[in-house]
């Protein structure tokens, strides 16, 4: 059985610093795509940083490129979003997803899709405050 589960997030000022845990089981290998969407109050969800378990390129939406970064670690399967210099936008319900995909030796950073609705499984979701 598939899990993710998350940590972290909280609130801080404008231009600091907050970081994300996601830890997923039950996939087989490396073979999944997980990442963090983004809810802000009254909208969807949307991609924010997504990497393919097995290493090579993580995506980033174009607003948190160059702040954000996308780690992780495949012996404890979890993955980190370190976020910088964070600004009053970047608040929201932050979600970490993952679903299976065909196993690649050379993955790409447009392997893993970016829309909310191609991801079966869904961590109970953290907040991110950041004030102005």
């Known amino acids: 059985q598939v899990q993710v589960v998350e940590s972290g997030g909280g609130s801080v000022e404008a231009g600091g610093s907050l970081r994300l845990s996601c830890k997923v089981s039950g996939y087989t290998w490396s073979s999944y795509c997980m990442g963090w969407f983004r809810q802000a109050p009254g909208k969807g969800r949307k991609g924010v940083a997504l990497i393919y378990g097995g290493g090579g390129s993580p995506w980033y939406a174009e607003s948190v490129e160059a702040r954000f970064t996308i780690s992780q670690d495949n012996f404890k399967n979890t993955a980190y979003l370190q976020m910088n210099d964070l600004k009053p936008e970047d608040t929201g319900m932050y979600y970490c997803?993952?679903?299976?995909?065909?196993?690649?030796?050379?993955?790409?950073?447009?392997?893993?899709?970016?829309?909310?609705?191609?991801?079966?499984?869904w961590g109970q979701g953290t907040q991110v405050n950041v004030s102005s």
């Open positions: 997803a993952a679903v299976a995909v065909p196993f690649t030796t050379a993955p790409t950073s447009s392997l893993c899709a970016t829309e909310e609705s191609a991801y079966n499984d």
